[in-house]
């Protein structure tokens, strides 16, 4: 628990973003990822014979074992993109390419749910038994193809980025990965359920894609596929607008916000968690202009204090507790 708590006060603490997203040809993502893993995700365990990363499980899950994480493997591409962009290194652009064909290669297809990835580790804090659906994925992936088509000019990337919208547009009882569209709150779930889970970061990951998507494809090259994107991201971020103030704990945030019977109301998320919201929120607002945003990310800035830090890890060791996570 030590560890944890130290890992957690350095986290994100010096986290760089990209603030311009003009439209047109994709270069850093919203966040500068870099390749090394103890600054990119401490979950990442190996590499298979392609390069493409091998998770391991979390705490919770009782048979631990490497596995295929379409999120984690998203974020490493990004990061040797990254590197290629800063060095020109041909390997780290063939790297990103092999990333792109796995999600090009691993996607599953249905009938009026066009492409998806799944995970199939259980989730047990979520009750998630079987290989689940991510919106967070579905974010990454789009971030993922659409620089692959840039960067080669083919389409069959684009064609599956495209086919990848169409799980946004679907609510989780329906095969989709989208809650709360009816009341007019749209929130995309990082963690399909059998209930809305509604991870806050997320959320905010899987708005970055469909803004990639937006930001890429221009009207005029794919008319159905960029509208689609554009109505798909201006819903998620009224859905932010509208829910942000149900995460608000007044001193912090909830990590989300879970419907499951018995999961504990209050859950605030870690101090990385924190930083990295108040970030992702000035990248939404720089984005959209948005001035609730701009509010929000300036609260989380305002609460990462000694006490609020204090009073938070009060109840989130609560949480774990009952969660079975620490």
């Given at each position: 628990?030590?560890r ?5 006060f350095?986290?994100n603490?010096?986290?760089e973003v990209?603030?311009e997203?003009?439209p047109?040809?994709l ?9 090394k893993l103890?600054r990119?995700?401490h979950?990442i365990?190996s ?11 979390y ?7 490497l596995?295929y ?5 998203g974020?490493y591409g990004l990061?040797?993109?990254?590197s ?11 790297h990103?390419?092999r990333?792109?064909?796995w999600?090009?290669?691993?996607k599953?297809?249905e009938a ?10 259980p989730k047990p804090?979520y009750?998630i038994r079987?290989?689940w659906?991510s919106?967070?994925?579905q974010?990454r992936?789009l ?6 088509w ?8 684009l ?5 990848a919208l169409?799980p946004?547009?679907k609510d989780?009882s329906e095969g989709?990965?989208s809650?709360d569209?009816?009341?007019g709150?749209?929130f995309?779930e990082e963690y ?5 889970t509604?991870?806050l ?5 899987s708005?970055?894609?469909l803004l990639?998507?937006?930001?890429a ?8 596929g960029?509208?689609l994107?554009r ?9 932010v607008?509208r829910?942000?103030?149900?995460f608000?704990l007044?001193y912090?945030t909830?990590?989300?916000r879970?419907?499951l019977p018995?999961?504990p109301?209050?859950?605030p998320?870690t101090?990385g968690?924190?930083?990295?919201v108040s970030?992702q929120?000035l990248i939404l ?8 945003l ?5 609260k989380?800035?305002q ?5 609020h ?6 109840i989130?060791f609560?949480?774990?507790?009952k969660?079975?996570?620490?």
């Open positions: 628990m030590a944890k708590l130290l890992r957690d350095n986290a603490r010096r986290l990209n603030m997203n003009p047109g040809e270069g850093y993502y919203y966040i500068r990822f870099e390749e103890s990119l995700n979950l365990h590499f298979d014979a392609e390069g493409i990363p091998l998770n391991t499980t705490i919770d899950v009782e048979t631990p074992r596995h994480y379409p999120i984690s493997i974020q990061a040797l993109f990254h290629w962009l800063a060095t020109g290194n041909v390997e780290k652009r063939e990103f390419l990333v792109a064909n999600f090009a290669r691993e599953h297809e009026g749910l066009g492409y998806y990835w799944l995970t199939d580790v804090e009750d079987a290989p659906k919106a967070f994925a974010g992936a971030s993922i193809l659409t620089r692959a840039q960067l080669t000019g083919d389409e069959a990337y064609r599956v980025a495209t086919g169409t946004f547009a989780i989709g990965v809650v569209r009816v009341a709150e749209t995309y399909v359920a059998a209930v809305p509604r991870v970061d997320g959320h905010l990951f708005l970055f894609g990639d998507y937006i930001r494809v221009p009207a005029g090259h794919d008319p159905a960029h509208r994107a109505r798909l991201f201006d819903e998620g971020i009224e859905g607008i829910q942000f103030p149900r608000d007044g912090w909830r990590f989300c879970c419907d018995g999961y109301v209050d859950d998320c101090i968690y924190l930083r990295l970030k929120l607002h720089r984005a959209t202009g948005r001035e609730e701009l509010h929000f990310a300036r989380c800035e609460y990462n204090t000694l006490p830090i204090l009073k938070m890890y009060r989130k609560k949480a774990l507790k969660l079975q996570r620490l």
